[in-house]
Every structure is written in C-alpha cells, then in structure tokens.
T-cell receptor, first 113, second 113 residues
Framework: GENVEQHPSTLSVQEGDSAVIKCTYS??????FPWYKQELGKRPQLIIDIRSNVGEKKDQRIAVTLNKTAKHFSLHITETQPEDSAVYFC????????????FGTGTSLTVIP | KAGVTQTPRYLIKTRGQQVTLSCSPISGHRSVSWYQQTPGQGLQFLFE???????NKGNFPGRFSGRQFSNSRSEMNVSTLELGDSALYLC????????????FGPGTRLTVT
C-alpha cells in the first residue's frame, strides 16, 4: 500500500517568516494530495489540495507544489502568523480508490510572535 | 449547511466491552470515512462507506466494523475493547465518488480502562 512520510515533525518559525513542510509518497498511482490543519483540540480542516495534473496551486499565503517524478509534495506558508500555529497533515490518495487516504505523521508548526 | 457531527463526544469503557460510535455527514454527502487518531500512529484509515457499501478498508482487525444507513449516517463498532483502542475516532464525509477533500467531524474520544 501507499506510504506517506512527512518532515519535519516539528517546526518553529518567527512571525512573518515562511514555513515549508515536505511529504513523500511511494505509490506512483496516487493522484490526489490534500493538506489538513489541526489546531489543538479541534478537528482537521482541509486547507488546500492538489491533483497530479497540476504542479502548483496557491491560495493567498498558502501554496502546494507537487513533483510527480520525485514523488514528493510540499506545503508553503508565507508571512506566517501566530494563528498558523497548528499540526499540519499531508495525505495521498488514488482517486479511483474512493476516499482511502494515507496520512503523513504530522508537523507541529509553532509561529513565534 | 451543518457540519459533520459525531456522538458521543467522549466515552469511557472497560476492556472486553464493545462500543458503537455514530457519525452524521454533511447533508448530501454520500461518502463517510472513519479514522483512528493516536499520538504515536497519527491518522490511520479504518474504512469508507459509500451508498451503504463498504468501499475501502484499512489494516485493522475484524473487531472494528461499520455500516452506513440509507440517509448516509454511519456507525462504527469496536468489539472486545483493548487498552490500545484508546484514541480519538474521527469520521469525515465528502460528496464525490472519487477522492476529494473530506470534512471531518469533531471526533469521539474513547478511553479504555
């Protein structure tokens, strides 16, 4: 089955700096890659996603890039703010497999004011 | 639209007992997935139901089972509880037949003593 690895496990940045979280996947058939943000004590929330026919997608301060050849994808957060502090999870799925997602182990991001 | 709801929110059981958790998806969503979240293992996929049929199943023992009703509400059952089953159980719903971003419920915190 699919194996998703996520790095780093913890990340601290100064407010206003950028943060980058990287994930690799093993199954070349995976073609859908969402990112979730989970604040302490709250449910995971979808923040951005990308499909394999696209190399990059942006939404305001958040962007995701995908390198299909190398089988890795990354989350980029620019101009970080304290409210960006949370655990971020990447995931991978084959769209033909319905909604079976394989999650990374999470990155705890702390934005220092 | 109302979000995904889960009941109960907290549950304490003893080893050997069984438990049933409930999930009501967003109105119109036909896919419901269940995940186990623990500090050590992260988010692990249990199973997915679509139109009352189990479409995908993760690598969990047969003590974990589920079902989906005609109104898309879903239940999961864990029999013969073990201490290691203590976790946050999350369900997530989505519209589509194929993979797309899911919307998570608040989770049920199960503690097995």
């Amino acid at each position: 089955g699919e194996n998703v690895e996520q790095h780093p496990s913890t990340l601290s940045v100064q407010e206003g700096d950028s943060a980058v979280i990287k994930c690799t996947y093993s199954d070349s058939a995976s073609n859908y890659f969402p990112w979730y943000k989970q604040e302490l004590g709250k449910r995971p929330q979808l923040i951005i996603d990308i499909r394999s026919n696209v190399g990059e997608k942006k939404d305001q301060r958040i962007a995701v890039t995908l390198n299909k050849t190398a089988k890795h994808f990354s989350l980029h957060i620019t101009e970080t703010q304290p409210e960006d502090s949370a655990v971020y999870f990447c995931a991978a799925s084959r769209s033909t497999d319905g909604n079976q997602f394989y999650f990374g182990t999470g990155t705890s991001l702390t934005v220092i004011p | 639209k109302a979000g995904v709801t889960q009941t109960p929110r907290y549950l304490i059981k003893t080893r050997g007992q069984q438990v049933t958790l409930s999930c009501s998806p967003i109105s119109g969503h036909r896919s419901v997935s269940w995940y186990q979240q623990t500090p050590g293992q992260g988010l692990q996929f249990l199973f997915e139901y679509f139109s009352e049929t189990q479409r995908n199943k993760g690598n969990f023992p047969g003590r974990f089972s589920g079902r989906q009703f005609s109104n898309s509400r879903s239940e999961m059952n864990v029999s013969t509880l073990e201490l290691g089953d203590s976790a946050l159980y999350l369900c997530a719903s989505s519209l589509a037949v194929s993979a797309e971003g899911q919307y998570f419920g608040p989770g049920t915190r199960l503690t097995v003593t």
